[in-house]
Each structure stands twice: as structure tokens, then as C-alpha cells.
């Protein structure tokens, strides 16, 4: 066959596949779910933040019941008793008097009403310390919310990632299916060999293996995600296709939110509060206590018959007393003192958590954003670079077609732009996982 045959019947295969559609996978139409849509379910269904708000809500609990720690404490009592007694008396001038099945009844109540006070201030410092449990609560549950939105946003968006995978892989499946049939039509017609249709396949079934374990690592990551949003894993839904990027983050301006807006420096800074109200408590202890003290007391006596004539058959009483009572510590064997010591070096651990929180959380922060910058001078690069390799692809396919080119140099160029697709499909994902991290460290994924 001369060279202007074979251009003829290329000429004809070309207008023959410009009809072919793409080869994808017959699936029932699923809805779609945003990130935001994510989000919503975690911040409703996840236990663990169902968790977190459990304890937040009963921190708040012991904050509002610290407010009665200034009511006085008031206590009813109150008691019935039935006698029946037998007595035996015997007097000086030897007389003697005995009777047996004497019943008698007796009532008794009683108020009593004990008011602090004066304890040394202990009360305001406990106060403010449940106060500050409270306002902890909150933080703690905050910085559970931010790690898990974070956790979610990174797990949707590697599905993202696997879905954008198996769409470069489909687009190789076409390249192949063409290779397929160019092959198998050079060989109908004498001009390819048996080698490079075999060829063709074989890679075309790799490619199809590779869709498989690829769909079922997409499925897997589904999965995990379903668990943390709190819903069965049959659950089926479908992602968006791309991954989007904030603008442009400075360094300057995370770093000078950290402290005022990084949840874990939050919480190193209200533990030092709690610590230093916990040693306003032991110190209170060195103090001496007054309390207000009243009662009022209620008695009845009704006995049926009495063997001593000066003993009543009925009495009651009732009335009121008060008065203050002061406690003054002396001595405890040194118990203030060591408690006292002990909150004194909890505080100061306290202080060098959030010391070392701080030069912890700043590292990160500069990690990361080394890492996000990174990735988006890789991002960039990959994005310039996955053009150049569609278009080598082409050019060498369509010199293939002629027979001016080999097997191995398609070969060579298909694997080149599967190897650029799969570096721009990681360099997105990890340039999103840096910006994530640094909101999280913001504080800014709420």
C-alpha cells in the first residue's frame, strides 16, 4: 500500500470515530451533596460533638447552681414516736411505785437555717470558677466542632479527589478503546500488527482493573464519611466535581488571630483562670468562717398515765433561738498549706501549657502555610503542565494513526499525561488540605 493509500483510509477511519461517544458507566442518578449540606449533618448527628455538648451543658448546669451558693440552706425535720413502757420507782422514804404499758406519744419538729456569711471569699472564687468551667465547656466544644468540620471538609473533598481520579482514568479508557479499534483496523488492512492490537487490550483491561479499584476506594471513602455525619453506610450520594480555593492567605494576619481566635490557645488561657480561682479557694481556707444560725423547734408530750406525780401527762414546747457561730482554723496538719502549694504549681503548669501551646500552634501555622504555599506553585505548575501532556497525547495519537510513530512512544505519552493527572489531582487536594488546616488554626471554619 503507498503512502496516499493509507492517508486515504486514515482520512476515513477519522470521519468514523468522530461519531464515538465517551464509554461510561450506567448508575442511577444520585443527589448531590455539598460540603455545606455535610457540615449540617455533622454539627446534628456526629457523637462526638453530641458528646461535647453534653459536657458543655453540664458545666453550664454547675454554673447556674453556683449562684445558691449564697441562699442559706434550710432543713424540715420532723418525727413521731409511740413509747410503751414499763417503770419502776423506788424512794428515799421507801415507798415505791410501778406500773406497766405506760404509752406515751412524742412530736417533735423543727427549722433550722445556717447562713455563710464570711468563709473567707470562698464562695465569690467558687462562683467565677464555675463560671470559667462554663465559658471552658464552650471552647472545649468549639475546638471539638472545628477539628470534626475539618475532618469532614478533608474527607469530602478526598472523595472529590478519588472522583476526579476515575475521571482521568475514563479519560484513558477512551484512549485505549480508540487504540483498540485503530489497531484492530491497521491489522484488518495490513498495516499494524497483531502485537500492538494485543498491546492495546492488554492495556485497555489494566486501565478498566484500575476504574474498579479506584470506584471501590471511592465507595470506601463514602463510607467513613456517611460515619461521620451520622448516617447508615447505604446511604448513597454524589460530590461536585471540582474543589474550590479561598483567595489568596497572608501569614501576617493568621498569625495575629491566633491567640485571640485558636481554640486550643483558648483553653490553655481559661485552665490558668480556673487554675487561679482554685487557689483563691484553698486560700480562703486560712480564714475563719461566720455563719448565721436559727431554729425553730416544735415539741409534744402526751403521755396516757404517769407513775411520778410531778411528771405531766401533756407538755408542749415551742419557740425560736439564733445566733452566730465562728469557726477559726488553728490547726490541720498543714492541709491548707499543701493544697495551697498544689494549686499554686498547678497554676504555674498551667501557664507553661499555654506557653508551650502557643509556640506549638505557631509552628503549625508556619508548616502549614510553607505547605499551602507549596502546593499552590505545585497546583499551578500541574495545571500548565496537564495541557501540554493532553496535547502530546494528541499529536503523538494522531502520528500514530499515520504510522510515523511506535506503539511505545503513544505508550510513553499516555503515561505521561496519566502520571501529570494524577499530580494535579493530588497537588488540588493537598493545597486544600493546607488552607483547611490553616482556618482551623484561625479558628475560622465556623
Not at 442559706?72 to 413521731?80: D, E
Not at 412524742?106 to 473567707?120: C, D, K, R
Not at 484488518?188 to 498491546?199: C, E, F, H, R, V
Not at 489568596?248 to 483562670?273: C, G, R
Request: hydrophobic share 40%; net charge positive; aromatic share 8%.
Amino acid at each position: 500500500m503507498n503512502k496516499y493509500a493509507l492517508i486515504l483510509v486514515v482520512f476515513f477511519y477519522g470521519i468514523c470515530q468522530a461519531q464515538t461517544t465517551s464509554h461510561t458507566k450506567a448508575t442511577n442518578k444520585l443527589s448531590l451533596l455539598r460540603l455545606e449540606d455535610v457540615i449540617e449533618q455533622v454539627l446534628a448527628n456526629n457523637y462526638g460533638i453530641r458528646i461535647a455538648r453534653n459536657d458543655s451543658a453540664a458545666l453550664a448546669i454547675e454554673k447556674t447552681f453556683s449562684k445558691e451558693a449564697y441562699l442559706p440552706r434550710l432543713n424540715a425535720i420532723t418525727g413521731l414516736v409511740f413509747n410503751n413502757n414499763d417503770q419502776y420507782q423506788k424512794f428515799n422514804d421507801g415507798a415505791i411505785r410501778e406500773r406497766k404499758g405506760i404509752q406515751s406519744d412524742n412530736t417533735s419538729a423543727a427549722l433550722a437555717l445556717n447562713w455563710p456569711i464570711f468563709n473567707g471569699l470562698r464562695i465569690y472564687a467558687t462562683r467565677e470558677r464555675a463560671a470559667a468551667l462554663q465559658q471552658l465547656g464552650a471552647l472545649n466544644l468549639c475546638n471539638s466542632l472545628l477539628n470534626t468540620i475539618a475532618q469532614a471538609s478533608n474527607s469530602y473533598y478526598g472523595i472529590v479527589q478519588q472522583k476526579q481520579q476515575i475521571k482521568a482514568i475514563e479519560e484513558q479508557i477512551q484512549i485505549n478503546q480508540e487504540r483498540v479499534k485503530l489497531a484492530d483496523y491497521k491489522l484488518s488492512i495490513g498495516a499494524g500488527t497483531k502485537q500492538d492490537l494485543l498491546q492495546s487490550k492488554v492495556d485497555l483491561n489494566a486501565q478498566k482493573a484500575t476504574q474498579f479499584e479506584q470506584a471501590f476506594t471511592l465507595q470506601q471513602l463514602k463510607n467513613d464519611l456517611n460515619t461521620l455525619m451520622g448516617q447508615s453506610t447505604t446511604y448513597e450520594f454524589d460530590v461536585t466535581d471540582s474543589i474550590p480555593f479561598k483567595p489568596t492567605l497572608s501569614l501576617i494576619e493568621l498569625q495575629q488571630q491566633l491567640e485571640t481566635n485558636n481554640p486550643q490557645l483558648l483553653v490553655a488561657q481559661k485552665n490558668i483562670t480556673i487554675a487561679q480561682y482554685t487557689l483563691k479557694e484553698q486560700k480562703a481556707e486560712r480564714w475563719p468562717t461566720i455563719n448565721f444560725n436559727s431554729t425553730y423547734n416544735f415539741n409534744l408530750l402526751d403521755n396516757k398515765a404517769v407513775v411520778n406525780p410531778f411528771q405531766p401527762l401533756f407538755s408542749r414546747n415551742k419557740g425560736f433561738n439564733y445566733g452566730l457561730t465562728a469557726s477559726i482554723p488553728l490547726f490541720n496538719n498543714g492541709t491548707v498549706r499543701r493544697n495551697i502549694q498544689n494549686a499554686t504549681l498547678n497554676l504555674k503548669r498551667e501557664q507553661l501549657v499555654l506557653d508551650n501551646q502557643k509556640l506549638q500552634i505557631n509552628l503549625a501555622m508556619i508548616q502549614a502555610y510553607n505547605q499551602y504555599q507549596a502546593a499552590q506553585q505545585l497546583l499551578r505548575l500541574e495545571e500548565e503542565n496537564i495541557v501540554l501532556a493532553r496535547e502530546n497525547v494528541q499529536i503523538v495519537f494522531d502520528v500514530y494513526r499515520l504510522n510515523s510513530s511506535t506503539l511505545i512512544q503513544l505508550k510513553e505519552a499516555q503515561k505521561s499525561l496519566q502520571d501529570a493527572f494524577t499530580r494535579l489531582i493530588r497537588a488540588r487536594f493537598q493545597a486544600k488540605q493546607a488552607e483547611t488546616e490553616l482556618l482551623r488554626l484561625k479558628g475560622e471554619l465556623l
